[in-house]
């Protein structure tokens, strides 16, 4: 299984203050863990990245703002982030 890189830049040496994405506390990864599934559940799944941009270009043909295909460790298909 491949994790998703969000971060190109893996920039070692400095790291940020910033808290982990994926921390220890059980509390916070249990309701990220849930938010997720919420996630998940009210989103189309694409079976394929291909499917998925297919889709994206037939809802938004011309230029602008692009929905971003990202693969579900929940569902192990493909959503799109709902950013505009
Ligand atoms: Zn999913």
């Known amino acids: 299984m491949t994790m998703p890189r969000r971060n190109p830049r893996p920039d070692p040496g400095r790291r940020g203050r910033r808290a982990p994405t994926w921390g220890p506390d059980p509390v916070r990864a249990a309701e990220r ?5 919420e996630v998940c559940a009210g989103k189309a799944r694409y079976a394929t990245e ?4 297919a889709h994206a270009l037939m809802h938004q043909p011309g ?3 692009r929905p971003n295909a990202y693969r579900c460790d929940v569902c192990d298909g493909w959503h799109f982030t709902s950013r505009r």
């Open 33 to 37: 863990e849930r938010r997720r599934r």
């Open 50 to 53: 291909a499917e998925a941009r």
């Open 63 to 65: 230029p602008g703002p």
